[in-house]
């Protein structure tokens, strides 16, 4: 069974600080995807990441993946207090015809002034 | 353009009540998903179309919990007999392509609609 681990999974940061955000996944996916929740919004897609090596930026934050080490990694720099969300990062499986997404428990980011 | 709607936004049950929650993909969406989050969790996978096609429901936690899609686009989940557990928000999810057909492009992003936020008491 495929598992999804995100850490820390609570966050609280200064403005202007840099972070790392830790996801580590426990079998094979070249896919991994990152999203942001506001309290009681849904999804917002940030990042799809498709293969090892692949690394993406927007604005303030960055993701990368290592398929090898099954380890994503979304980098907060200067960070200021409209990125105070949720963050999932998620897996997918693809396996007889679905495509699910496995999701970790997310990190509440709390960034402080 | 229009993005994935879900009605409705809230529902409150009674213990042992049927309830019917709709999902309207993004028009063209191939692909249909429903997740449950509980307060506090990621989301977690009950079950996914393709166009009309239901081919994975491993998800669903009991038999009390189905879902349609009978045309290929607009997809209900009901819910019988709800249970306090079952109080969860609900979101669906939309993608244009199969994931084998889309050949390791961003089309296999799932675009998520707003949820429905259950509560039976």
């Known amino acids: 069974e495929l598992k999804v681990e995100q850490n820390p999974l609570f966050l609280s940061m200064q403005e202007g600080k840099n972070y790392t955000i830790y996801c580590n996944y426990s079998?094979?996916?070249?896919?991994l995807y990152w999203y942001r929740q506001d309290p009681g919004k849904s999804l917002e897609s940030l990042f799809v990441l498709l293969s090892n090596g692949a690394v993406k930026q927007e604005g303030r934050l960055m993701a990368s993946l290592d398929t090898k080490a099954r380890l994503s990694t979304l980098h907060i720099t200067a960070a200021v207090h409209d990125l105070s969300a949720t963050y999932f990062c998620a897996v997918d499986i693809p396996q007889g015809g679905s495509e699910k997404l496995v999701f970790g428990k997310g990190t509440k980011l709390t960034v402080n002034p | 353009g229009a993005g994935v709607s879900q009605s409705p936004r809230y529902k409150v049950a009674k213990r042992g009540q049927d309830v019917a929650l709709r999902c309207d993909p993004i028009s063209g969406h191939v692909s249909l998903f429903w997740y449950q989050q509980a307060l506090g969790q990621g989301p977690e996978f009950l079950t996914y179309?393709?166009?009309?096609?239901?081919?994975?429901k491993s998800g669903l936690p009991s038999d009390r919990f189905f879902a349609e899609r009978p045309e290929g686009s607009v997809s209900t989940l009901k819910i019988q007999r709800t249970q306090q557990e079952d109080s969860a928000v609900y979101l669906c999810?939309?993608?244009?392509?199969?994931?084998?057909?889309?050949?390791?492009?961003?089309?296999?992003?799932?675009?998520f609609g707003p949820g429905t936020r259950l509560l039976v008491l």
């Open positions: 999810a939309s993608s244009l392509e199969v994931f084998a057909l889309a050949g390791g492009s961003n089309q296999e992003t799932q675009y």
């Open positions: 179309f393709q166009n009309e096609a239901q081919l994975d």
């Open positions: 079998t094979t996916s070249d896919r």
